[in-house]
């Protein structure tokens, strides 16, 4: 399977279901946008990929350096894409994106409600410090680097954006973004989750650590999941090789300081499920933990949920 865009055209169920042009531009608008921009669709015959026996429709309108899959509804793409990259032989930079989710995961095993029309992408990375010229300590930096990417692609749409430590990105202090980094089996896959059409309402929050939701469309931004996607699989790319060949890890932290959200506010930092605490955001750490300060004492976190305390939502 050379680089490309292609619609899988055949189930693999229950992990993910086939798609075909016609299907996915029936799914929502701006799939249909998508599947006009990137025509003609070519279709492959069965069986002519002998790895793995996939019938595919491939993308005649457009060029890439990695493959960009898309399947139907799926379980969930970072579940999905561990199959691909055994059965399709993927390579790093690779990845692909589910039309719907049914079992998409957050932080702390949250659900990510996924409707037609926004960004479900599982992207497979490389082992950031084998990249030619990268130092160590990247390793620990793969949610964060992905954070700034999928910020830069948001902005070049013209969103304003922060970073909620450790993996949402918000606007207007509501989340646009979530990320899910997983090394599992010597794989690195970096989920990104993007509301692009839509965002669940508040009572669809059945966390009261999940913080209010918006949709670029609900911003006035109208874009389509590939616009994104193609954004950060070429220049997203680019840019993850130019930080982690030119900077230090704790450089890039320095540089990230800027985006993060709610410095030198309240808030609740939930530790556990069980266990809540107000503190202060002081800033990032080198190694790219939280710098908090709680009952006039600092200290770094390396996991947990963080909200302003007035507005976790109930």
């Known amino acids: 399977m050379k680089p490309g865009i292609y619609l899988l055209g055949s189930d693999r169920k229950?992990?993910?279901?086939?798609?075909?042009?016609?299907?996915?531009?029936?799914?929502?608008?701006?799939?249909?946008?998508?599947?006009?921009?990137?025509?003609?669709?070519?279709?492959?015959?069965?069986?002519s990929d002998h790895a793995s026996g996939f019938s595919a429709w491939h993308s005649g309108g457009s060029q890439l350096q990695s493959k960009v899959l898309?399947?139907?509804?799926?379980?969930?793409?970072?579940?999905?894409?561990?199959?691909?990259?055994?059965?399709?032989?993927?390579?790093?930079?690779?990845?692909?994106?589910?039309?719907?989710?049914?079992?998409?995961?957050?932080?702390?095993a949250r659900t990510w409600i996924s409707p037609p029309g926004n960004l479900y992408v599982s992207w497979y990375w490389p082992d950031l410090e084998?990249?030619?010229?990268?130092?160590?300590?990247?390793?620990?930096?793969?949610?964060?680097?992905?954070?700034?990417?999928?910020?830069e692609a948001l902005e070049s749409f013209g969103a304003d954006v922060r970073i909620k430590w450790p993996n949402d990105l918000l606007v207007n202090d509501c989340k646009i973004c979530g990320i899910l980094v997983e090394h599992r089996a010597g794989h690195l896959i970096v989920g990104i989750g993007i509301n692009l059409a839509t965002a669940p309402p508040n009572d669809r929050l059945t966390d009261a650590f999940a913080i209010p939701a918006v949709s670029l469309s609900q911003l006035g931004i109208?874009?389509?999941?590939?616009?994104v996607m193609l954004h950060m699989a070429e220049t997203g790319r680019s840019r993850i090789r130019q930080l982690v060949k030119t900077l230090e890890p704790e450089e890039f932290v320095m540089q990230l300081q800027k985006r993060l959200a709610w410095v030198e506010q309240p808030v609740t930092i939930r530790r556990s499920h069980q266990e809540a605490v107000l503190g202060e955001i002081r800033g990032l750490a080198a190694?790219?933990?939280?710098?908090?300060?709680?009952?006039?004492?600092?200290?770094?976190?390396?996991?947990?949920?963080?909200?302003?305390?007035?507005?976790?939502?109930?």
Not at 132 to 148: C, K
Not at 222 to 227: D, G, R, T
């Open 70 to 108: 898309i399947c139907g509804r799926c379980a969930s793409t970072m579940d999905a894409i561990r199959h691909l990259i055994g059965a399709c032989g993927l390579s790093p930079w690779d990845g692909l994106i589910g039309v719907q989710q049914q079992k998409g995961r957050g932080q702390m």
């Open 287 to 314: 190694d790219g933990g939280l710098i908090v300060r709680i009952n006039k004492k600092s200290s770094v976190i390396y996991t947990g949920s963080i909200l302003p305390k007035e507005n976790i939502h109930i």
């Open 130 to 151: 084998s990249i030619d010229g990268a130092g160590p300590g990247w390793r620990a930096m793969a949610s964060l680097l992905a954070g700034q990417v999928a910020a």
């Open 14 to 47: 229950p992990l993910f279901e086939a798609i075909d042009p016609d299907g996915l531009a029936r799914t929502h608008p701006a799939w249909e946008k998508d599947v006009k921009r990137l025509s003609p669709w070519i279709e492959t015959e069965r069986g």
């Open 222 to 227: 109208e874009v389509s999941p590939m616009e």
